[in-house]
């Protein structure tokens, strides 16, 4: 008997956010931007998964003496990726983030599948698609919260963005990868050292997810809201805090002071490690700081997706981190990793006087 065209088949396993976007079409805008990078040999490609894999391990006791912070759990280790492996692993994690957002929308919605449905599916795809595949061009590494606990301990670098900063700024491949793998390599041991660090965050994506508002005339008076806000005077935050609710504004200013602690103690980390390992440090430094200042309409798409606001967290955590340590050490900034109420609160990255006083008396 043939089966039935009218029935399609779901290849979803139960996931509701598998089924909330086109995640094929994403896969595809993404690499349609993305692009493969520059032209890399497969003796290159296998020198660096060594060189990275030696660098991650040695960055391990490098980053542990600096910071007193030791790992548990699985050693760390390197996957060497090309921009459409980051591409998909951060689709899948993307997925398992939203799933409660997504069961949400789908026991609002007919279980019947319109074309309309059909239509926002792929546009939703597409509109993640274009927002990964400009980042797959730009980062160098990344330990990924949302691995599977099997997983613990890999660490993404993308090797066609690195070989092309080495290429286009004339840097060492040797100092860079160990340098890049020094930062990485802190992110993995804060949340190796502080074993709540994972869920806090995991919760406080929930929280946010399930304050977004699924009914059409609050989301009409969100963007109300907005539209008043950015009349002259009106004196509310800019970007997307105009869409948020107060509630959610709240959350986003916790969540901001947090990422700004976790990257700003990496560049920290990895710039005071660097030091004694690499041989010129401020070349690399300078290198990087060329690569950001993009312009033309690639400025603007950095400012519409936050990318502007991910180097102001880089720079006003590492002077948070960097005032806190001049003053009282490592061994008092490390309170920072006791619990969650010990993590800097909005407005305290900015004055590192504020969280000593609050934290350490």
């Not at 519409?304 to 606001?309: E, L, N, V, Y």
């Given at each position: 008997?043939?089966?039935?065209?009218?029935?399609?088949?779901?290849?979803?396993?139960?996931?509701?956010?598998?089924?909330?976007?086109?995640?094929?079409?994403?896969?595809r805008t993404a690499r349609s931007i993305s692009?493969?990078?520059?032209?890399?040999?497969?003796?290159?490609?296998?020198?660096?998964?060594?060189?990275?894999?030696?660098?991650?391990?040695?960055?391990?006791?490098?980053?542990?003496?600096?910071?007193?912070?030791?790992?548990?759990?699985?050693?760390?280790?390197?996957?060497?990726?090309?921009?459409?492996?980051?591409?998909?692993?951060?689709?899948?994690?993307?997925?398992?983030?939203?799933?409660?957002?997504?069961?949400?929308?789908?026991?609002?919605?007919?279980?019947?599948?319109?074309?309309?449905?059909?239509?926002?599916?792929?546009?939703?795809?597409?509109?993640?698609?274009?927002?990964?595949?400009?980042?797959?061009?730009?980062?160098?590494?990344?330990?990924?919260?949302?691995?599977?606990?099997?997983?613990?301990?890999?660490?993404?670098?993308?090797?066609?963005?690195?070989?092309?900063?080495?290429?286009?700024?004339?840097?060492?491949?040797?100092?860079?990868?160990?340098?890049?793998?020094?930062?990485?390599?802190?992110?993995?041991?804060?949340?190796?050292?502080?074993?709540?660090?994972?869920?806090?965050?995991?919760?406080?994506?929930?929280?946010?997810?399930?304050?977004?508002?699924?009914?059409?005339?609050?989301?009409?008076?969100?963007?109300?809201?907005?539209?008043?806000?950015?009349?002259?005077?009106?004196?509310?935050?800019?970007?997307?805090?105009?869409?948020?609710?107060?509630?959610?504004?709240?959350?986003?200013?916790?969540?901001?002071?947090?990422?700004?602690?976790?990257?700003?103690?990496?560049?920290?980390?990895?710039?005071?490690?660097?030091?004694?390992?690499?041989?010129?440090?401020?070349?690399?430094?300078?290198?990087?700081?060329?690569?950001?200042?993009?312009?033309?309409?690639?400025?603007?798409?950095?400012?519409?997706?936050?990318?502007?606001?991910?180097?102001?967290?880089?720079?006003?955590?590492?002077?948070?981190?960097?005032?806190?340590?001049?003053?009282?050490?490592?061994?008092?900034?490390?309170?920072?990793?006791?619990?969650?109420?010990?993590?800097?609160?909005?407005?305290?990255?900015?004055?590192?006087?504020?969280?000593?006083?609050?934290?350490?008396?």
């Amino acid at each position: 008997m043939a089966p039935d065209p009218a029935v399609e088949l779901d290849w979803s396993l139960g996931s509701y956010a598998a089924r909330l976007a086109d995640w094929d079409a994403a896969v595809r805008t993404a690499r349609s931007i993305s692009g493969s990078g520059p032209k890399v040999s497969h003796a290159e490609r296998a020198v660096m998964r060594d060189q990275l894999n030696g660098h991650v391990e040695r960055a391990e006791s490098l980053v542990a003496e600096c910071t007193g912070i030791t790992v548990g759990g699985f050693r760390s280790r390197a996957w060497v990726m090309g921009r459409g492996d980051w591409t998909r692993q951060n689709l899948k994690g993307l997925q398992r983030a939203i799933e409660p957002l997504a069961r949400r929308i789908a026991e609002r919605r007919p279980t019947t599948q319109s074309e309309k449905h059909t239509i926002a599916r792929k546009a939703l795809g597409i509109q993640v698609g274009a927002l990964l595949g400009y980042v797959s061009r730009r980062v160098l590494g990344q330990v990924d919260m949302f691995l599977p606990p099997d997983d613990d301990g890999l660490i993404y670098f993308v090797g066609p963005n690195l070989v092309d900063v080495e290429r286009t700024f004339a840097l060492p491949p040797e100092d860079f990868r160990l340098w890049v793998a020094i930062h990485e390599v802190t992110h993995r041991m804060q949340f190796s050292g502080a074993s709540w660090l994972r869920a806090e965050l995991m919760r406080m994506v929930d929280a946010y997810l399930q304050s977004v508002s699924l009914d059409t005339k609050e989301l009409m008076e969100q963007l109300g809201r907005a539209v008043e806000e950015l009349r002259p005077g009106g004196g509310a935050p800019g970007g997307i805090l105009r869409l948020l609710t107060p509630e959610q504004r709240e959350l986003f200013h916790r969540t901001q002071a947090m990422m700004s602690l976790l990257e700003g103690h990496a560049s920290y980390v990895m710039n005071v490690v660097a030091k004694d390992v690499v041989d010129d440090l401020p070349r690399l430094q300078a290198a990087l700081s060329r690569r950001r200042a993009v312009g033309g309409w690639e400025s603007r798409v950095q400012r519409a997706i936050g990318f502007d606001q991910k180097v102001a967290q880089y720079d006003a955590g590492e002077a948070f981190v960097g005032a806190v340590v001049g003053r009282i050490g490592m061994p008092g900034f490390n309170l920072v990793w006791s619990e969650p109420a010990n993590m800097p609160r909005p407005g305290e990255i900015e004055e590192p006087d504020r969280w000593i006083a609050r934290v350490v008396g």
